[in-house]
């Protein structure tokens, strides 16, 4: 895959539905739109960073600001794009966002299973916080709870 110019910036309605797109390549069970619609609606807490090439969203990152912790909810990069630092600039660029409101803790759950994601969270300084027994409703597996100071 090339990659063009890869562009951040916050998720608008507009972009619900080719988000959707990158939710559905990359998780088993995927969020439905409402539940985009809701969080960006309705969900104070909620900022979501989107990666775009040219015009085509290619990642995602959401994350909740709740008081002085953050939260990240998903982070997804469509598979042809990874290994170009997408995801980890979307997850530096979340908690960038977080500490400038004040946030002084950032947390996320991540599959015991997913290495390379548990790798690049370590390198940004996540650190294991504990374990969430079957958490995934797909097929049960644990999450590994992660935290880092901001």
């Not at 619609?37 to 040219?54: G, K, S």
């Not at 990152?61 to 990240?72: L, N, P, Q, Y």
């Not at 759950?109 to 300084?125: I, T």
Request: a negative charge; charged letters at 25%.
């Amino acid at each position: 895959m090339i990659v063009h110019s890869i562009s951040f910036r916050v998720m608008t309605l507009e972009d619900v539905d080719q988000v959707l797109q990158v939710e559905e390549c990359c998780f088993t069970n995927p969020w439905k739109k409402e539940a985009f619609e809701n969080e960006l609606l309705n969900n104070r807490f909620a900022t979501y960073l989107i990666a775009e090439d040219e015009d085509q969203i290619i990642g995602y990152c959401g994350v909740w600001v709740i008081i002085d912790e953050a939260h990240i909810t998903n982070i997804a990069v469509m598979p042809d794009y990874r290994g170009n630092k997408i995801g980890e600039t979307l997850l530096k660029k979340a908690m960038l966002y977080a500490s400038m409101r004040k946030a002084k803790k950032m947390s996320l759950e991540v599959r015991v299973s997913n290495q390379v994601a548990k790798k690049l969270y370590r390198k940004l300084g996540f650190q294991d916080g504990g374990i969430r027994k079957s958490y995934y409703t797909d097929n049960h597996e644990d999450a590994l709870v992660m935290w880092v100071n901001l």
